[in-house]
């Protein structure tokens, strides 16, 4: 391979892995947005732990988890050895991943994808947690579940050898994340006030521009995120990409507009943005194989489903403050299964194998992630005390104001009362 | 053509679209920060549809009024039928646009450009326009008047014909989106308590940080707006773009730094970021055709015109709440101009071209969208009700506000009364 | 050199450059963040005019200080005349850097660095210093001190010819700005009501969630700081760059979060955020020569220092509001002590040089520093007054607070009291 076409390759999956690593500044954001003021300083210490403790586990057992090597192939389960072991110079370089990247690459791209599926669980159990448990929770969710039904499709496992296709992750990261949230949730339940005599009472989030400029960090982020998926800077490939994945999202933001105005009879400015990150997780899985048209309607009608999941949910009882079991189960499932409907890969037959891994992967990580946040509840407990709750995880866990005025503003505000 | 060389070129304009996608979380953030409190989920509302709409009607029908074929070369309108059509292979893929870059990369950057013309406009009308009336004028204007007056020059059209040269939307994008600012200000009338018995009163924008934010993503998305416009990756090309854009940049904010110290014997700091702003307006036309001094030049005569413009427009009682009519139509004219005048270009002739393609654009534009914007008022109506915008349009638009007291802090806040 | 290979280089060097740019927001961010409501606007309008005066001057003076060509090998000293000189076309282009970039590349991603060491230094003396003192130390700094101190390694000067190793910049960069810093805050003092009868008075910063982001956006940056330090896009050593630049932060937060609260027995967001800025540092000298199991560990000792230092310096009296000198000056000298300790360099004759290269540089800068302020305390003054201290520089320097009520709502609450 010519040098040159080496070197593209690579500089592309390096500029993806950028991207994907600031997607969890699009997180951090949208969920800080999402959560009441006396949260903040909480849900933005976990952000920067998960990707930090992330980027740690999937290196020391993770990466060498998902992709063992060639003799798990077919395999559900495979191990490659701890830590990361060295590229033979710069042919094995080359030689490595066939042009697309060096080794370092395919670590690293990978281990930004990696953290993800904790993130998507930080926003659904929100403003009611304990911090170590979750940390906890999360280690173990990274450092076994994600790469073990990664290994099963992207490991060359025994959904790939099945024929079960997931480009980018629509099912092993998003539905992936979103069924350990929905466990999570279950075991954690509801915060204090949200259901209240058979009533459900919104808690609105304290700042919008966060939380939107979470969606549009996602939205950039995402384009490295399907992007660098292609494993390689293939000119034809990485623009189809580009292209279905920013249609998707846009159709995404039409079709929550349409049907939350028909339900709520007004512009709501949160189903919007979940209705461009329901796009955006519904194309994931099939980013590579469809035309224009399809990604619009597989963004159209994941930005559909939005409204109408987020509500399910709601009347459920099941309290996910940022709604990321709609966007990344449901609209996640979807996706997935939109690979057997439009594109390229459209069949019946294609249609079962798709839903069969979805259900896999999320049944999987539902029982995972169930037993073991219910064994983190029976142990050291998942859930901060009625007071604390109310007073605020910031102050009791971090003893510190998200937003504070100037010193001396409230000494002049104490000096005149 | 080198398959390395074809691949390096398709990943920076793919490098360029992400950036330029960017700048929309730019111009949502600075405009956000430069309304008022109650209506920035508005704002943020509006930003959030712009682009979705905006990549879907350039999907649907601007890509091929803007690039209608060589059939249509030096005319006033051309159109190439409805949608994307796919390229022939990857050999065709290559050949398209001279191994610059594919199909899809063509249509993805360019209409991550297309919805800016209509997010220049909604800062303008910010805080008293219709969310429904600024949305269809928006699907107009980015489905025929920017396509159509981007085909003049871009296209092939009668000004590329007779010489007109607007590198990367000095003209095209930005004095365009102005103009439509400039006629739908017009139209709407200035935001009620600004202009009281002849005095202009300043209405302060919400938050500076947000304002701040957006200027620095704007200026990093340039460097996609105009790197990308070269259409290669063009080693000198692209490289150069970046020390005329930065630059100009630079002395933009030196320019309006020292005008409005002058002016009003304080450091105003929404001068110096606008100031940033017309300095990257004024450097488009021709990034690719300057020098760094040159470059200084432009951007520090730009910067210079920010404060003397702003103060111009309010004293005309043009109510433009973040400033768009002074940047963006003011600058992008004299950065137009300044092709004729500055670098490679510099003559007499070129500078009589440069001003009657600028005019023609601009004359097109504001008549254009004055007689929508007029239609829109005759009909549906453009602006709230009074009692709406005292209250502000998140209450009204979207029953929600952008910032939310915690629910158990207000609880205990109404318990004390 | 194929034109493919060196059209991916320059590619990714222009993306780095990009990344670079956007650490000016990371820091204009995180620094807003930590400041009180009532300094946020300064802050601002310093990082604004900071990155736009570090290009005007680098420009001018600073590249040719920096790299004033062969003649001046080994030397203290030298200057290539003023402005930027244009390469000879295509072929000068190429041959310019072994094909790694062009000229104005270079230039450009070099420019981006310029500006960070008065960036380092303006949250330190955040809250109190004169602003027109502060762009003047800015200018002085970022034209003379900056350049001729990074010629001595990157311009080929003594230290390089000693063999003093600084990847991108744990010296020359960060403890430079860090001495800088040191240097600025012990001339101008502490905040009024900081140390108070023997008391540390803790002045919490006014938006943790903008300080979040800064640290976020940062990191991203950070890619681009260490990864276009290669100096081409090389697969393997920019690859390997992100590895360690990755591991390294996310074990900076690891160490911070566990020594932070074994000495305030809580979960500090600060600390954490500044442990991962201290991991960044760290690597920052030897990023191209570390495994990952080095990387992680001077990450993690960076992060452990963090606490420790700023309580040490707290209680010398430094008050430095946002933790540069912490982040900066002393992860910067371990940084580029840890070459000589770990890694492919590592040896105790090249620790020794390390030493001696990191304090000749800090050396040159503090006195440097010490001097410019002091000169400018007798002279014009570095310090505003203390009525200005107490009400905000926002409104005595710039008429205009950062977040402002909407004037209906105002006009409402002035009319029912």
Redesign the interface.
Known sequence: M???????????M??A???V??M??GF??LE?GFV??????NI??K???I??????TY?AIGFNLMYPGEDFAGAFFGFGGF??S??EG?AG??AYADGG?????D??FQ?MFAATAATIVSGAVAERIK?NSFLIFSVVLVALAYPITGMWKWGGGWLDANGFYDFAGSTLVHAMGGAAALAAVLVLGPRK?KYVDGKI?P????????A??G???L??GW??FN?GSVLS????A???V??TT??A??????GA?IISYAM?K?????M??NG?LGGLVGITAGADQM???AA?AIGFIAGCIIPLSVVFFDRAKVDDPVGATSVHLVCGIWGTLAVGIFGSMAGLKQLWIQLYGALAVVAFTFIFSYALMYLLKVTIGVRVSEKEE???LDVE?????????????SAFQLSIK
Chains 1, 2, 3 share one sequence.
């Not at 808690?203 to 966060?210: D, R």
Request: with cysteine; glycine share 8%; aromatic share 12%.
């Open positions: 010519e040098q040159g076409l080496f070197t593209a390759n690579n500089v592309w390096l500029v892995t950028c991207l690593f600031l969890h500044l951090a954001t800080a009441q003021k006396k949260n903040v300083v933005l210490f952000n920067a732990m990707i930090s403790i992330g980027l740690l290196c830590g990361l060295m590229p710069d370089a080359i990247y060096t080794y370092w690459t670590f690293i281990g911090l006030g009472k808690i609105p989030g304290h700042s919008m521009p966060l939107a400029m969606v549009f960090l939205w950039f384009f490295g992007g800077a293939d000119p034809v990485v623009s189809l580009f292209v920013a249609l999202a846009a159709a995404g933001a039409i507009f709520f007004t512009h709501d400015l949160s919007v943005l461009i035309g224009p048209l619009i109310l007073k605020g866990e971090h003893e510190m104001h998200a937003y504070s005025e100037s010193v001396e503003e």
